[in-house]
Nanobody, 126 residues
Framework: QVQLVESGGGLVQAGESLTLACAAS????????MAWFRQAPGKEREFVAA????????YYDDSVKGRFTISRDNSKNTAFLQMDSLKPEDTAVYYC???????????????????WGQGTQVTVSS
């Protein structure tokens, strides 16, 4: 079991930056990939970014590629999502997720991730 807690959400203006953090606890001695998903009001939850255990492989949705950067610090069991050039359409609840996998490429469907955080709100005003 892995427990995940997100932090760092908030209200920013368009064009500004924000960094989210996801702290993992529990079975963190095993290799696990981490990902970020988001859900806007009235919309389905969607994939944002993912990173392998060793951080040598990252994945991004086209809508955030070039603006968002996912990273992790395994010594602190924490993943990060650096969000630059934020747009109003980035407004959503952002969720951290984890799964034990070494597959390459890694499946990114949300149903493949059994562990989820409670979410953190990101609001981007225009």
């Amino acid at each position: 079991q892995v427990q995940l807690v997100e932090s760092g959400g908030g209200l920013v203006q368009a064009g500004e930056s924000l960094t989210l953090a996801c702290a993992a606890s529990g079975r963190t001695s095993s290799n696990y990939a981490m990902a970020w998903f988001r859900q806007a009001p009235g919309k389905e939850r969607e994939f944002v970014a993912a990173i392998s255990w060793s951080a040598d492989v990252t994945y991004y949705d086209d809508s955030v590629k070039g603006r968002f950067t996912i990273s992790r610090d395994n010594s602190k069991n924490t993943a990060f999502l650096q969000m630059d050039s934020l747009k109003p359409e980035d407004t959503a609840v952002y969720y951290c997720a984890a799964r034990f996998t070494a597959a390459r490429p890694m499946g990114l469907n949300m149903d493949l991730f059994p562990y989820w955080g409670q979410g953190t709100q990101v609001t981007v005003s225009s």
